[in-house]
């Protein structure tokens, strides 16, 4: 087996010390398994999710690459851009359909809302939306809006590297999730399974914000017939409120001056020590460090 792995940044800003922390961790996997396995293949790619393009920074993506050069993680590859995969994503669509496993779906948000609250269920404020499945039998005379997945029922398993074992029911937690949008943006869902396959990912290294997307995305493999990689989810930074950093609650960008302090930073949330030194030298270090924690 050969090890490909990846960092995949929505540029819908710079990197901030949250997302520095999984692209860290996602190289260091990368180089620890490579030092484990000489001679083999092993590769680490940088994607810009830009797919999302309303929520997109113009600028961002390049940016991000700078800051994360600056930190001495560099793609081994040209970086892919989902912006340019738009008919790729449309034929993995198409074969969904084809299958029975995607159908178009003509309900607006208040369709939904009115539908959940129509069979008394109960939704805590800012929670997900979960489809009550409205236009799976069909549109009822509606406009198709957006297609969504036909989700089987049924608990997924799987095994995370950090957090053990994991299950949910996607149909009864998330219901049939949307693949290709009112606005015709395809959802991250699709677009990372596809690209993950295409490119070959073996190992996926992420944050645990993620954590609760991977069943929906091993459902997608199966009914695309991809493989599924293999996922280890980072312990994540927590802002001043105990809330997640992120971009969302206006995480600082990285200042990259001292890029040395940026990762010692981000490796002390990996529960890796802090190095001096240069950036190269702490990279190493960490490397076997990791390879012992993570990959024995
Ligand atoms: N683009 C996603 C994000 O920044 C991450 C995708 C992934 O690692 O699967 O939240």
Redesign the pocket.
Known sequence: MNYLG?????P?GPLHAG?LV?ALA?WLDASAWGLNHPGRRCQWLV?I?DVDQPRCVSGAGEFILQQLARCGLVSDQAPLWQSKRTAIYQTALENLVAAGRAYPCGCSRKDVEQALAAEGVQRPRHAELIYPGTCRAGLHGKPARAWRFATPPGTVHWQDRHLGTQQQDVSRDVGDFVLQRADGLFA?QLA?VVD?ADQGVTH?V??A??AD?TPR?MLLQRALRLPTPRYLHTPLVLGADGQKLSKQNDAQALQLGDPLAALNAAAAVLGLPAQSGDVAQALQAWTHQWADRWCA
């Open positions: 990846r960092f995949a940044p929505s819908t997302s999984a996602s994607r999710e991250y990372v993950d996926v992420r944050g914000d993620l997307n995305q």
